[in-house]
């Protein structure tokens, strides 16, 4: 009996229906997500624009692209190279970022219909599964969020090395595979994924047999992975294998079914979650019974790449889903492939309808969200650009910074990005910034009130307050205030690296280079003062390789003219950290005098300048 999808007649329906399938769902996605393509940049985006201040040369381009960063990740095509290739070409226009994301999607829309179709033979099935897989609001984050690309890229290489599979290029679906890893490391799981369509669809001692190469590489790159990135112990991308991963599994889930933000009753949520499952378990006993088990395999893609996710259970986001619903995206397809009969077709349509209307709402709203929060981030940063442009050689520093714009877009570095490294926040808005729970080191964006005051009268600085979303000039106003009371207090972190703290700094400092300073022999630093007899003096910089040739390295340390314990260095450390207790008589002193000497000097180069270590800030805490 021929399938009631099969029954289309004339040649001219059979080309409507082809270019239906393979054009509505692309269509669809531009539809659904339209706002994506107006988000500006936020959160880890601005971290990525920056590389190319890291990039200068081919030995800083190799260490940006391929050394581990961000909880150990190495992925060069959809974070590294995106950013820097796309900067480099676009500088801060978001657009071209999103319209990249957009053109890898629509390519996955048409490789998941692809797919489909060849494993099933059906074009309403290859029609419905890119728009099921499309309709997941799990995809608004992944779509809206140009940091997100990594997953939209690795669906792409799983669905390309899947596809040439299937055509039997297997070579150059090997080829595909090992590019994946510079996506994102998701793709380890591709040998299983092919493992499972062997086993549930051929189940051929050849075909098994090919999975071997792939199966061999996936643990060579987990292996080498592990030993030059290890995962993390402690924080939320720590993983956790116990009983919790059966919970997260059930979050996931339901919100394949229930978008995240449901906002009804819980027993609603339960309830459309068990329909959606008892009619995806009956769907796969229904063609077990009549020996086809590629919808287990549908159901196995869900699985296989959601399970590397589970252990994360202090991280469980919604765009991870992005590449496991596709599984499920092929499993409700396939209820479309052989009905049997055309009422037969009526649960799953009705279903898919559910789903829709469902997931639709949600994934619009997330993608509007997405542009309104960035419009505010867009407005501020492009303002502080252009102030720069009117102030030139001016310092900048904002008031009035809401939790909310530090926590998206300053706490960030978004002004290092845009090569405006001077920017800097009122120790009153860092004071409103932590009174609201922001956690994470502010301080390496604050000016003090003292140096900001110093600032202020020298005319070396703009103030700019950020109240109502848009920078509004307010220096007169401190000026102002500097001039009627004037500050002396001195600040108790001086990062020698902000030339603004430069008047705290003893005369034989080196020249700033880029963020930090060199000393020579000695140098001295003026500070504020102890506040408790806990509080240690702790300094970080770099202790070059030079320093170190010719033995151990001292740094003898002394506040007020009280030296402190002797520090060593044993071999060169690309960021030193050293703490050190501070005598009892210096607590409560207004500010003190900090001494560095070094045992030894080095010259870079012959007759050069002779050099001691190199510091990035001092602290007192």
Known sequence: MRAWHGSFSGPVVKKAARAACWTLPALFCLWLYRYSLGVWFQQDDFAWLSLHTQAYDWPSFWTQMFSPMAQGTIRPWSERGFFLLFYRLFGADALPYHIMVFATQIANLLLLAWIVLRLTGSRVAAFVAPLVWTANASLATSISWASSYNEILCAFFLLSAFALYLRGYYRLQLAVFVLGFGALELNVVYPAIVLAYVITCKRTREDLLRTVPLVAISIGYYVLHARVAPVSRTGPYALHLDASVFRTFATFWRWEFVPRDWTHARWEALSITAGFTALLVWHIVREARKRNYLPIFFLLWFVITLAPLLPLRDHVSAYYLTIPTVGLAMLLAHAFARPGAPWQALVPAIAALLYLCLQIPAGRGHARWYFDQSREIRTVVLGIRHARELHPGKAILLADVSPELYSLAIAHSPFHALDMPDVYLTSESAREILHSGQTGDISRFVLPAGPATQAVLNRQIEVYSLSGGRPRNITSFYEVAAANQPRKDFPR?????????????????????????????????????????????????????????????????????????????????????RSFSLPPDLVGKEHVDVTLEVSRTFQAVPGGRPLGLAFGVLEIQ
């Open 493 to 577: 972190r001086v990062d020698v690296g902000v030339p603004l703290l430069g008047y705290l700094l003893g005369s034989t400092w080196y020249p700033l280079e880029v963020d930090h300073r060199w000393m020579p022999k000695w140098a001295s630093v003026r500070m504020g003062g102890p506040r408790t007899i806990r509080d240690k003096l702790i300094l970080t910089g770099l202790c070059p390789e030079g320093l170190i040739r010719p033995g151990p390295l001292k740094l003898r340390v002394s506040v007020d003219g009280e030296e402190l314990a002797e520090a060593k260095f044993i071999k060169p450390e690309e960021e030193f950290l």
